[in-house]
T-cell receptor, first 110, second 111 residues
Framework: GNSVTQMEGPVTLSEEAFLTINCTYTATGYPSLFWYVQYPGEGLQLLLKATKADDKGSNKGFEATYRKETTSFHLEKGSVQVSDSAVYFC?????????FGPGTRLSVLP | EADIYQTPRYLVIGTGKKITLECSQT?????MYWYQQDPGMELHLIHY???????EKGDLSSESTVSRIRTEHFPLTLESARPSHTSQYLCASSVPWGEQYFGPGTRLTVT
């Protein structure tokens, strides 16, 4: 079946630190891959996406590359800010419905 | 910019009451979804719809029901609320093979 695995949180970083949140997936066919962000008290917002192998999605300083050979889509940011504190979800869609990872909580300290 | 709305944002209600959580989108998307999000953050799909007059149960068993009479509207109803229904409910919509767009959520507390 289809599944998404994310690194367990919480992740706590100091401001300006480098961020990596690991995401690996299992899927049939060629899914599209996504990262969503959820700020406190809000719904999920699309952060970035990639629709085929070797695509790099990027937005607001975040980026992730669709790696088919390692079935991974790791989220990275070079320098995090306090305002990046949120929960991050990796997700895929093989076509019909979405499969979300369990979420990783990020806390950035000033 | 995606436009998907949920009302109410917060609801506190007593056990046994009937409630309807509203969800509307203005993007003309055929596919719509309801998720329950527990305090541990994980999302659980409870209902989805592929279009008007189409409704399906999701992965998580739920005592709620949904309807899809109009493309833009996908309400969720609990006939008799219980404390175990206390949770965050998120509505989403999408186009086929595309990303999902989420509403702001309804935080339900049943006392």
């Amino acid at each position: 079946g289809n599944s998404v695995t994310q690194m367990e949180g919480p992740v706590t970083l100091s401001e300006e630190a480098f961020l990596t949140i690991n995401c690996t997936y299992t899927a049939t066919g060629y899914p599209s891959l996504f990262w969503y962000v959820q700020y406190p008290g809000e719904g999920l917002q699309l952060l970035l996406k990639a629709t085929k192998a070797d695509d790099k999605g990027s937005n607001k300083g975040f980026e992730a590359t669709y790696r088919k050979e390692t079935t991974s889509f790791h989220l990275e940011k070079g320098s995090v800010q306090v305002s990046d504190s949120a929960v991050y979800f990796c997700a895929l869609t093989p076509g019909q419905n979405f499969v979300f990872g369990p979420g990783t909580r990020l806390s950035v300290l000033p | 910019e995606a436009d998907i709305y949920q009302t109410p944002r917060y609801l506190v209600i007593g056990t046994g009451k009937k409630i309807t959580l509203e969800c509307s989108q203005t993007m003309g998307h055929d596919k719509m979804y309801w998720y329950q999000q527990d305090p541990g953050m994980e999302l659980h799909l409870i209902h989805y719809s592929y279009g008007v007059n189409s409704t399906e149960k999701g992965d998580l068993s739920s005592e709620s029901t949904v309807s899809r009479i109009r493309t833009e509207h996908f309400p969720l109803t609990l006939e008799s609320a219980r404390p175990s229904h206390t949770s965050q409910y998120l509505c989403a919509s999408s186009v086929p093979w595309g990303e999902q767009y989420f509403g702001p959520g309804t935080r339900l507390t049943v006392t």
